[in-house]
Nanobody
Framework: VQLQAFGGGLVQAGDSLRLSCAAS????????MGWFRQTPGKEREFVSC????????YYADSVKGRFTISRDKAKNTAYLQMNDLKPEDTAVYYCAGGKRGTITSAAMTDLSYDSWGQGTLVTISS
């Protein structure tokens, strides 16, 4: 499967952005799709994930209430709506496709994902 993430950019604190992740090659039936982010010198961190089959969503505490993950099965695309952005949200955001059989408790770790998009840079100015 190939994932293509786009939608990043430079915005001011308090603004919104919507990231998209288009998948080709297969669907994510039975899997999770996740968003992670990384800043230079830091580990990649979990942001959010969605269970493709039933739409169950999960969020990191740092983004809960501000970010919303969703998916369009017909388009095989996932989205990350990011509102009330803060300078600490600045990072390269990656979308990822989960391994088959991943359980919910493991879906927040990048080890549970085996396909990755190229990353899209989100920069928030204060």
């Amino acid at each position: 499967v190939q994932l293509q993430a786009f939608g990043g950019g430079l915005v001011q604190a308090g603004d919104s952005l919507r990231l998209s992740c288009a998948a080709s090659g297969r669907t994510f039936s039975g899997r999770y799709m996740g968003w992670f982010r990384q800043t230079p010198g830091k580990e990649r961190e979990f942001v959010s994930c969605i269970k493709w089959s039933d739409g169950a969503t999960y969020y990191a505490d740092s983004v809960k209430g501000r970010f919303t993950i969703s998916r369009d099965k017909a388009k095989n695309t996932a989205y990350l709506q990011m509102n009330d952005l803060k300078p600490e949200d600045t990072a390269v955001y990656y979308c990822a496709g989960g391994k088959r059989g991943t359980i919910t408790s493991a879906a927040m770790t990048d080890l549970s994902y085996d396909s990755w998009g190229q990353g899209t840079l989100v920069t928030i100015s204060s």
